[in-house]
């Protein structure tokens, strides 16, 4: 058994699908294949179950993933804390959060400030962004909700106000305001279960008694904008965001509040507990939290 071995497993254990880990890791699948063989004979049982070309990890698996999880991610930690221990002068930082255009501005400024740190992003729904916690994938991750995952700290950021957008020439575009009983029978443009808009749209409209009903489901939250100006529907969305130059350069639509208990997005910071924070992430953590918060 080594390293690679695990990594590979890792990948393998992530897409439940070879061909896809092969991609991911750039190696040829039937050597892949062999890989897990190969870790499989050594350990004296299946990890997954086969059924054909589809593989699930089973009992076996999932146990041992949690340790070859937290075995990496101790590794990648320590090659972290070792460069800054040697005083090296760049370093890397990794984020996941299901919208990037929340972060754009803090990490352009960042990179201008740090220009020998590397910063990669990841777009991604909730369930992913724990997985790459888990895994070490990445350093922080910027949520919507409190990810559900053992050993995962939380640290509020900020509470972002929400509006409504609706077409120009709707009966509610102009009000002061509007409330969830207005919005009756509205159909509504939102995202696909699983990301903050849908969860909000489905709580706001639960909580008032009312159906949503659903005309457009979309992956990027500010397509919204567009399937909203064509009149397919209303749509929420943050305030800065809504009543940004941005957001009226891409179509036209009219913003108005929302007087409706907890029509509010709250942002979470989320990193692995005990997990070796190195110097560049502890930086990058610093001006994303700072640049978040004066907003």
Request: aromatic share 6%; glycine share 6%.
């Amino acid at each position: 058994m080594d390293l690679l071995s695990l990594r590979y497993f890792q990948a393998v254990a992530r897409h439940e699908h070879i061909s896809r880990a092969a991609e991911e890791l750039r190696v040829a699948q039937p050597s892949l294949s062999r890989t897990i063989a190969r870790l499989e004979s050594d350990l004296g049982v299946p990890l997954f179950d086969r059924h054909g070309r589809r593989i699930r990890l089973n009992r076996f698996g999932a146990a041992f993933l949690r340790r070859v999880n937290r075995a990496l991610a101790e590794l990648d930690d320590a090659r972290r804390e070792l460069a800054d221990a040697a005083g090296l002068a760049r370093g890397s930082v990794s984020l996941a959060s299901e919208t990037l255009l929340t972060v754009t501005e803090p990490v352009k400024s960042f990179i201008a400030e740090h220009p020998g740190i590397a910063v990669r992003l990841f777009q991604a729904n909730p369930e992913v962004m724990t997985e790459r916690l888990s895994e070490g994938q990445v350093d922080f991750c910027l949520a919507s909700e409190v990810l559900d995952g053992p050993g995962l700290v939380h640290e509020e950021l900020l509470r972002e106000e929400i509006l409504l957008a609706v077409p120009l020439g709707h009966r509610l575009a102009g009000r002061r305001e509007v409330t969830m009983a207005d919005l009756a029978g509205e159909p509504v443009v939102t995202t696909r279960p699983g990301i903050w808009q849908r969860t909000l749209a489905e709580r706001l409209f639960s909580e008032a008694g009312l159906e949503l009903v659903v005309a457009c489901e979309i992956d990027e939250a500010t397509t919204a904008i567009e399937m909203v100006s064509a009149g397919l529907g209303v749509g929420f969305g943050p305030a800065w965001y809504l009543r940004s130059p941005l957001a009226a350069s891409r179509a036209p639509f009219s913003p108005v509040p929302l007087a409706a208990p907890g029509a509010e997005r709250v942002l979470w910071l989320v990193w692995r507990e005990g997990a070796y924070v190195s110097e560049a992430a502890r930086r990058f953590r610093d001006h994303l939290t700072a640049s978040l918060i004066t907003t």
